[in-house]
């Protein structure tokens, strides 16, 4: 079985800033990597994906993360948040050859843009 | 045009009722899931469902059932709701096959137990 942890549950940041979000990993087989925004009672967006190739993957809104296997982490980052960004930010984790695709989330990680 | 959506978006029942929570997707997919998230925001998978193969997670209780009348519908029914029941139920769908393809989720349906 795989899991994820999301090492803040809270950060807070000021506006323009820039901002790292953090997820450790564990699983004994490779695994599909993934970061979901949730904003205020809506459903889950992707914002990013690593399935194979470069370590760095960039997603929407100015998103990035990088893939680091020896460390089993995949760290969110952007280098100019905005008020927009405020929402719940899930790390999740899907198994290779996974029959079903179901992904495992982490605890979720909430991001305060303050002015 | 709402890719996935469900039904209803608010569910408010007393303990020992059974209820249902309606999803559909307009995407063509061939795969759809139901996962829980709970007050503490904690997702979890429950079901993934196509036109071949149930999986089901091992920990959900089985007074939950998916039930499929079609590709594009994958509705929940819960019977004798308990109070450990209320979370927010989100739907979502992607293409099957192999490899990873992108989940597309719906609003959610928070679900409240007295």
């Known amino acids: 079985a795989q899991s994820v942890t999301q090492l803040d549950s809270q950060v807070p940041v000021f506006e323009e800033a820039p901002v790292e979000l953090r997820c450790n990993y564990s699983?004994?087989?490779?695994?599909?990597l993934f970061w979901y925004v949730q904003y205020p009672n809506q459903g889950l967006q992707l914002l990013l994906k690593y399935l194979s190739g470069s370590t760095l993957v960039k997603g929407i809104n100015g998103f990035e993360a990088e893939f680091n296997k020896s460390q089993t982490s995949f760290h969110l980052r952007k280098p100019s948040v905005h008020i927009s960004d405020t929402a719940e930010y899930f790390c999740a984790v899907t198994r290779r050859n996974n029959a079903g695709n179901m992904l495992t989330f982490g605890g979720g990680t909430r991001l305060m843009v303050k002015p | 045009d709402t890719a996935v959506s469900q039904t209803p978006k608010y569910l408010v029942t007393q303990m020992g009722n059974d209820k249902s929570i309606k999803c559909e997707q307009n995407?063509?997919?061939?795969?759809m899931y139901w996962y829980k998230q709970d007050s503490k925001k904690f997702l979890k998978i429950m079901f993934s469902?196509?036109?071949?193969?149930?999986?089901i997670n091992e920990t959900v209780p089985n007074r939950f059932s998916p039930k499929s009348p079609d590709k594009a519908h994958l509705n929940l029914h819960i019977n004798s709701l308990e109070l450990g029941d209320s979370a927010v139920y989100f739907c979502?769908?992607?293409?099957?096959?192999?490899?990873?393809?992108?989940?597309?989720f719906g609003p959610g349906t928070r679900l409240t137990v007295t």
């Open positions: 469902y196509n036109n071949k193969e149930l999986i």
């Open positions: 995407l063509g997919h061939d795969t």
């Open positions: 979502a769908s992607s293409r099957g096959g192999e490899g990873f393809y992108e989940q597309y």
């Open positions: 699983s004994s087989v490779s695994v599909y």
